[in-house]
Each structure stands twice: as structure tokens, then as C-alpha cells.
């Protein structure tokens, strides 16, 4: 095995092991849309929530595709009929699905860039430990599922044998069919698709048999989408000219972060600029020396047509992230400027912040607001059945936390009898007087009330097993604190 083997292999092992723990890390949602989008709408279809009052705006505005929430619906539904549902181990089997597509997605766009441009196994190395990569890769969001079809579109373009004509025009077709999906996940890529069509047009000097070929194949998903829509909404209608009308034309998406068109810059200079801005910079480089390269002209209009959009995310720019990185390793190589990042000092330097940065982003949760509520009360009811649960958030009152997705109920070994609420020590005093050795989950925002609880504890025979964080970063970063306690009247 020579020396550019191990570093094939060590960045396939950094992807697979980084994507899998990222799946079961990784709860949560970075964005609301993630979860009130795609889970709550699909939870809805399936019949698990009795009305659709929890659902955000856009579902009486009929303005979000079904698309997404249908695929998602089909697994509950699937999980349902076999008796397995359960909400917390769906959500980790869909986070695991998104982050094998982007696996797949990450070794087919390295082998192509690869071969086409020569490039050493330790540039692998160097896109294989993005840091960002299985944070945003386990996202059920519309960005993410958007981004997969993207990759493969612009790679099914790239890849078309320019001899055979036919097999061109099947080549076309099959792209415009997944810019179609692309498109129906997220409206929003249609920006970088521009950019696509005006670089094919430059390249070819006409419109020819093979770019309307690929604009028939992008009708048939717009099509099943209207399909789709129908049989979620139960009315006819075309959300792509209602999501338009009702943020371009009424201006409501205006309304929402509104941000000066450089805002993207700074955020690109905020998080790790150490890695963000070579990436801009080569993929920038890379873009204005190859014109019509349909990458590339996807990232550039993708990128400057965001900024005259008020309403900015840095999450909007998650779909091109995939293939970004490459262009700039390209442009860096045939530059002959990216040597110094490949020297043994530098790659060390890389990996490690990368790896501190996909420690810090990953393995507490997309949402740390959430540790509670979501992924650390279904973790105490499989690891200790049988302890009992002292709290003051009441995670069974109807609308106290509306995330119908995540019904505690639902969870296996929870049991609503072992949840005690209290609001001074006199729960804790039932609970003393009727078991002699018991442990308790204690759970609680932070506060007065919760430190009296916690004073109460310490000092009543009960010892601290385990916690999720220590009682200085719950009172002052006000996260939710939960801890694990043995207690003993004996």
C-alpha cells in the first residue's frame, strides 16, 4: 500500500466515521424550518397529529411543496404498519438515509474532479475533514435534500459523451429530470440553474436538441410535484407560483432576517476563515478562468443572486457546499498555489481544527434548546427504565411543547406515572417515603426554583450519577439542565 492509498483510506474512514456519528449526535434541527417543514408535515400526513394547527404559515398558504414531507411520511407510515414506529429512532434512521445519499454524493464528485484534474490523495484528505460536512449532510432540511440532487445533476452534465448524440440526449434528459427534484425540494436553486443554462448556451452558441431535451426532463418532477401537492393539500394548486406571489411579489420573505447584500461575506469570515476563505477564494479563481463550467457558473450565480434576496440564512448556501470545496482544490493544483496546504504541518493543522469544529457542531445537537424535550428524555427512558423523573417542564401538556413529532409518549419505556412536577421539595419528600433506593432523573430549566431542588438533592443522601452539562454552563448559557441522581434513605 503506497503513501496516496492511506490517504484515500484515511478520508474515506474520516467521511463514513464522521457521517454515522453525526447521525446519532446530531439531533435536533438547525433551523425550524428542518423540523416544522419537513417532520411535522410528514407526522401530520400520516395521521399522527389530529390537526394541523401546529403547522407553520406556509401550510395554509399552500406555498411548500409536499415533496420532501411525503418521502418522510412514507417511512412512518411504513415503520407504522410493521409495529416499529418509534419518533426519536426515525428521526436517526432519516439522518442516517440523508447522510449516505451525501456520502455517495462526496465520493462520486471526488472521482470525477479527480480524474479530470489529476489531483493527489491528500486533497481528499482535505475535503473529506469539512468540518461542516456531516453537520449539515444529517439535516433533514429542504437545502440538504436540494444539494443531493444538484451534485448529481451537474455531475450527470459533466459526464455526457459529446459522440454519441443519443446517448447525449438521454444524458440531458436524465439531468433536467434531477434538476427537477432539485427544484421541487427547493425553489430556490432555480438561481444557480440559471447560471447552468447561460453557461450551456455560451458553450454551444444555440439552442440545441439536448437543452430541450433536459427542459423536458425538468417538467415531468414539476408535474409529480403538482401530483404531490394535491394529494397533500387536497385541492389543486401550484405552489411554485403561490411561493412566488407570496414572497417576491407580497414581499413577506422580506420580512424575515433581513440582511445587507454583503452579509454573506461576513458570515464566511466568521466561521473558521482559516478554512472558508481559501474555499472562496479558489472556487471564486476557479470560476472566472473556466466560464462555462457548469459547476462552477452554478456556485457563482447560486452565490451572487442570494445577495439581492433581503431575507438571508447561511443556510441558504448549503446545497452548494458539496462541490464548492473541489473547485477551489482545483484551482489551487493547476495553480501550482496549493502546495503549502498539502505539506504534513499544514494537513495536521486542518484536520485538527476541522475535527475540534465538527466536535463542537456535531455531538451536542443541532439545537442545544432541544437536549431536553427531544433527544436526552428518550435516552434516560431506554438507559434507566425504571428510575423515576423529577422535573419542572411539562412535557405532556397539550401545546407546552409543540412538537407533536416528538410524542414522548411514543417512546419506548416511558412512563407517564414515573414523571414527578414539582414546584418545592414535597415530591421529592413521596418520593423518599416510598422507595428506600431509587434513581431520579432530574430535568428542569434553570432558575431559582431548580437551585433550591438541586441544594435539596445534594444534601439529602442522593449523589450525582451523571449530567449532560455542569451546573455552571446551565446557569449561565440558561440551557436545561439534567442530571442523573442515586438516592438511598437506608
Known amino acids: 500500500m503506497n503513501k496516496l492509498d492511506r490517504y484515500t483510506k484515511l478520508?474515506?474512514?474520516?467521511?463514513?466515521?464522521?457521517?454515522?456519528?453525526?447521525?446519532?449526535?446530531?439531533?435536533?434541527?438547525?433551523?425550524?424550518?428542518?423540523?416544522?417543514?419537513?417532520?411535522?408535515?410528514?407526522?401530520?400526513?400520516?395521521?399522527?397529529?389530529?390537526?394541523?394547527?401546529?403547522?407553520?404559515?406556509?401550510?395554509?398558504?399552500?406555498?411548500?411543496?409536499?415533496?420532501?414531507?411525503?418521502?418522510?411520511a412514507f417511512f412512518i407510515k411504513l415503520f407504522m404498519a410493521f409495529g416499529i414506529y418509534e419518533p426519536f429512532s426515525a428521526a436517526t434512521f432519516f439522518r442516517l438515509c440523508y447522510a449516505a445519499l451525501n456520502i455517495w454524493v462526496l465520493i462520486e464528485l471526488w472521482n470525477y474532479f479527480q480524474k479530470k484534474h489529476q489531483l493527489s490523495s491528500k486533497w481528499f484528505l482535505i475535503f473529506s475533514a469539512m468540518w461542516f460536512f456531516p453537520y449539515i449532510h444529517v439535516r433533514t432540511s429542504?437545502?440538504?435534500?436540494?444539494?443531493?440532487?444538484?451534485?448529481?445533476?451537474?455531475?450527470?452534465?459533466?459526464?455526457?459523451?459529446?459522440?454519441?448524440?443519443?446517448?447525449?440526449?438521454?444524458?440531458?434528459?436524465?439531468?433536467?429530470?434531477l434538476f427537477g427534484f432539485a427544484f421541487i425540494a427547493r425553489y430556490q436553486i432555480a438561481l444557480g440553474m440559471a447560471g447552468v443554462a447561460i453557461a450551456l448556451?455560451?458553450?454551444?452558441?444555440?439552442?440545441?436538441?439536448?437543452?430541450?431535451?433536459?427542459?423536458?426532463?425538468?417538467?415531468?418532477?414539476?408535474?409529480?410535484?403538482?401530483?404531490?401537492?394535491?394529494w397533500g393539500y387536497g385541492n389543486w394548486v401550484f405552489t411554485p407560483y403561490l411561493y412566488y406571489k407570496v414572497n417576491i411579489v407580497q414581499n413577506v420573505a422580506a420580512s424575515f432576517n433581513p440582511y445587507p447584500w454583503?452579509?454573506?461575506?461576513?458570515w464566511i469570515l466568521q466561521f473558521i476563515p482559516f478554512i472558508s476563505i481559501p474555499i472562496l477564494y479558489g472556487a471564486t479563481r476557479f470560476t472566472l478562468k473556466n466560464k462555462t463550467n457548469v459547476f462552477g457558473a452554478f456556485f457563482l450565480s447560486y452565490f451572487i443572486l442570494h445577495w439581492f434576496i433581503t431575507n438571508k440564512e447561511?443556510?441558504?448556501?448549503?446545497?452548494?457546499?458539496?462541490?464548492?470545496?473541489?473547485?477551489?482544490?482545483?484551482?489551487?493544483?493547476?495553480s501550482k498555489k496549493g502546495k503549502v496546504f498539502l505539506k504534513p504541518a499544514a494537513?495536521?493543522?486542518?484536520?485538527?481544527?476541522?475535527?475540534?469544529?465538527f466536535v463542537g457542531s456535531s455531538l451536542?445537537?443541532?439545537?442545544?434548546?432541544?437536549?431536553?424535550?427531544?433527544?436526552?428524555?428518550?435516552?434516560f427512558t431506554?438507559?434507566?427504565?425504571?428510575?423515576?423523573?423529577?422535573?419542572?417542564?411539562?412535557?405532556?401538556?397539550?401545546?407546552?411543547?409543540?412538537?407533536?413529532?416528538?410524542?414522548?409518549?411514543?417512546?419506548?419505556?416511558?412512563?407517564?406515572?414515573?414523571?414527578?412536577?414539582?414546584?418545592?421539595?414535597?415530591?421529592?419528600?413521596?418520593?423518599?417515603?416510598?422507595?428506600?433506593?431509587?434513581?431520579?432523573?432530574?430535568?428542569?430549566?434553570?432558575?431559582?426554583?431548580?437551585?433550591?431542588?438541586?441544594?435539596?438533592?445534594d444534601h439529602s443522601g442522593c449523589k450525582s450519577v451523571s449530567s449532560t452539562l455542569t451546573r455552571w454552563a446551565s446557569d449561565h448559557f440558561n440551557f436545561d439542565y439534567q442530571v442523573l441522581y442515586y438516592c438511598s434513605n437506608l
Open 364 to 379: 451536542r445537537g443541532a439545537s442545544i434548546k432541544m437536549l431536553g424535550p427531544i433527544h436526552l428524555v428518550h435516552q
Open 11 to 72: 478520508g474515506l474512514s474520516v467521511i463514513f466515521f464522521g457521517h454515522i456519528l453525526a447521525s446519532f449526535t446530531s439531533f435536533g434541527f438547525h433551523h425550524p424550518d428542518e423540523h416544522f417543514q419537513i417532520l411535522e408535515w410528514a407526522n401530520y400526513f400520516a395521521g399522527n397529529t389530529p390537526d394541523a394547527s401546529h403547522l407553520p404559515w406556509e401550510f395554509a398558504s399552500q406555498i411548500r411543496p409536499w415533496f420532501q414531507p411525503l418521502l418522510h
Open 142 to 177: 429542504s437545502e440538504n435534500l436540494s444539494g443531493i440532487f444538484t451534485a448529481f445533476a451537474l455531475l450527470t452534465l459533466v459526464r455526457i459523451p459529446q459522440v454519441d448524440e443519443k446517448k447525449a440526449l438521454s444524458a440531458f434528459f436524465k439531468s433536467g429530470i
Open 262 to 266: 454583503y452579509q454573506y461575506l461576513i
Open 201 to 230: 448556451l455560451i458553450r454551444d452558441r444555440a439552442l440545441l436538441k439536448t437543452h430541450w431535451s433536459m427542459l423536458g426532463g425538468f417538467i415531468i418532477p414539476i408535474a409529480l410535484g403538482t401530483l404531490l401537492d394535491r
Open 382 to 457: 431506554q438507559k434507566h427504565p425504571n428510575a423515576e423523573w423529577l422535573t419542572n417542564l411539562n412535557y405532556l401538556e397539550e401545546g407546552k411543547y409543540k412538537r407533536p413529532f416528538y410524542n414522548i409518549r411514543l417512546t419506548d419505556g416511558f412512563r407517564s406515572e414515573a414523571m414527578h412536577l414539582y414546584t418545592n421539595q414535597e415530591e421529592l419528600q413521596q418520593l423518599r417515603s416510598k422507595f428506600s433506593e431509587y434513581f431520579i432523573y432530574f430535568d428542569s430549566n434553570p432558575g431559582p426554583q431548580a437551585n433550591a431542588m438541586l441544594s435539596y438533592l
Open 314 to 334: 447561511y443556510r441558504f448556501l448549503f446545497p452548494i457546499l458539496n462541490f464548492v470545496p473541489l473547485l477551489a482544490i482545483v484551482w489551487f493544483e493547476d
Open 347 to 357: 494537513l495536521s493543522i486542518y484536520v485538527t481544527v476541522s475535527a475540534v469544529a
